[in-house]
Protein backbone atom coordinates (compact mmCIF):
# COMPACT_ATOMS: atom_id res chain seq x y z
CA UNK A 1 0.00 0.00 0.00
CA UNK A 2 2.89 2.59 0.89
CA UNK A 3 4.72 1.51 -1.97
CA UNK A 4 1.56 2.07 -4.53
CA UNK A 5 0.95 5.63 -2.97
CA UNK A 6 4.76 6.58 -2.76
CA UNK A 7 4.67 5.68 -7.02
CA UNK A 8 1.41 7.89 -7.16
CA UNK A 9 2.76 10.82 -5.44
CA UNK A 10 6.58 10.51 -7.40
CA UNK A 11 4.88 10.67 -10.53
CA UNK A 12 4.47 14.02 -11.93
CA UNK A 13 1.80 15.87 -12.92
CA UNK A 14 0.12 15.97 -16.73
CA UNK A 15 0.28 19.46 -17.77
CA UNK A 16 -2.85 22.13 -17.52
CA UNK A 17 -3.46 23.35 -20.76
CA UNK A 18 -4.32 27.06 -19.50
CA UNK A 19 -4.50 29.35 -23.15
CA UNK A 20 -1.27 31.28 -22.05
CA UNK A 21 -3.06 32.29 -18.92
CA UNK A 22 0.48 31.41 -16.51
CA UNK A 23 2.56 33.28 -19.50
CA UNK A 24 -0.13 36.37 -18.86
CA UNK A 25 0.59 36.07 -14.85
CA UNK A 26 4.11 35.79 -15.08
CA UNK A 27 4.45 39.03 -17.48
CA UNK A 28 2.33 41.21 -15.23
CA UNK A 29 4.54 40.22 -12.20
CA UNK A 30 7.64 40.77 -14.12
CA UNK A 31 5.99 44.34 -15.15
CA UNK A 32 4.75 45.44 -11.82
CA UNK A 33 8.75 44.36 -10.14
CA UNK A 34 9.89 46.50 -13.02
CA UNK A 35 7.61 49.23 -11.84
CA UNK A 36 8.25 48.83 -8.25
CA UNK A 37 12.48 48.87 -9.10
CA UNK A 38 11.78 52.02 -10.71
CA UNK A 39 9.38 53.64 -7.98
CA UNK A 40 12.36 53.00 -5.75
CA UNK A 41 15.10 54.08 -7.81
CA UNK A 42 13.09 57.34 -8.32
CA UNK A 43 11.84 57.77 -4.49
CA UNK A 44 15.87 57.32 -3.66
CA UNK A 45 17.21 60.05 -6.35
CA UNK A 46 14.15 62.19 -5.08
CA UNK A 47 15.46 62.18 -1.76
CA UNK A 48 19.16 62.89 -2.42
CA UNK A 49 18.17 65.74 -4.70
CA UNK A 50 15.92 66.84 -1.46
CA UNK A 51 18.88 66.18 0.73
CA UNK A 52 21.72 68.53 -1.45
CA UNK A 53 19.33 71.17 -2.00
CA UNK A 54 18.07 71.23 1.51
CA UNK A 55 21.02 70.73 3.65
CA UNK A 56 23.88 73.01 3.85
CA UNK A 57 27.11 72.28 2.38
CA UNK A 58 28.88 73.74 5.33
CA UNK A 59 26.70 72.50 8.05
CA UNK A 60 28.08 69.06 6.94
CA UNK A 61 31.93 70.28 6.23
CA UNK A 62 31.72 71.52 10.02
CA UNK A 63 30.08 68.57 11.55
CA UNK A 64 32.98 65.88 9.49
CA UNK A 65 35.67 68.07 10.69
CA UNK A 66 34.12 67.76 14.24
CA UNK A 67 33.69 64.12 14.33
CA UNK A 68 36.23 62.46 12.25
CA UNK A 69 38.76 62.76 15.05
CA UNK A 70 36.78 61.07 17.60
CA UNK A 71 35.42 58.41 14.76
CA UNK A 72 39.56 57.64 14.04
CA UNK A 73 40.31 57.06 17.89
CA UNK A 74 37.50 55.05 18.84
CA UNK A 75 38.81 51.29 19.54
CA UNK A 76 35.31 49.45 18.72
CA UNK A 77 35.31 50.91 15.44
CA UNK A 78 38.26 50.04 14.59
CA UNK A 79 37.85 46.80 15.97
CA UNK A 80 34.55 46.49 13.64
CA UNK A 81 36.48 47.99 10.29
CA UNK A 82 39.52 45.08 10.94
CA UNK A 83 37.06 42.21 11.41
CA UNK A 84 35.03 43.12 8.48
CA UNK A 85 37.96 43.71 6.37
CA UNK A 86 39.41 40.55 7.76
CA UNK A 87 35.93 38.31 6.67
CA UNK A 88 36.49 40.29 3.31
CA UNK A 89 40.05 38.59 2.89
CA UNK A 90 38.81 35.06 3.89
CA UNK A 91 35.83 35.47 1.97
CA UNK A 92 38.13 35.89 -1.36
CA UNK A 93 40.60 33.35 -0.39
CA UNK A 94 37.65 30.49 -0.15
CA UNK A 95 36.19 31.66 -3.11
CA UNK A 96 39.57 31.12 -5.01
CA UNK A 97 39.97 27.27 -3.38
Known amino acids: MNDELDDLLSR????VADNGFSAR?????AGLEWL?????TA???LC????????PVSGI???LARLAPAIAAS?????AAGAI??????EQLVRRR
Do not use: F, G, W
Open 43 to 45: ALL
Open 25 to 29: VMQRV
Open 36 to 40: RSMIS
Open 48 to 55: ALALLLLV
Open 75 to 79: LPLSI
Open 85 to 90: ALSLSV
Open 12 to 15: PLPA
Open 61 to 63: EDT
